[in-house]
């Protein structure tokens, strides 16, 4: 089957960066009704576990990755890797903008 990530939308962090910052983001999938979908996110390079999703009616799924800290207060990269299917892995940056 064919997946599509139709939005992949990392938060930007912006604040003190006396501590670690830390990032998340958002991404929408679309398929077939009923279609189990195994992704995974990586940031900065390293993959986390594969985690499953189900599309359900209407033909999307959205996701959300855990929140992550950098230890560096510096832009990162987050990228969605699907692990099935026709295996789509869009990446963005992920932003640090400290005050």
Known sequence: GTVIISELSPVAFYGDCTTA????????????NDTEVQYRWVRDGVPADPMTATVRAGGMVQLQSAYWTRAEATDGTIKLEVLNHDKPSPQATSRIVCN
């Open 21 to 32: 910052p830390y990032v998340t983001a958002f991404a929408a999938l679309h398929a077939a």
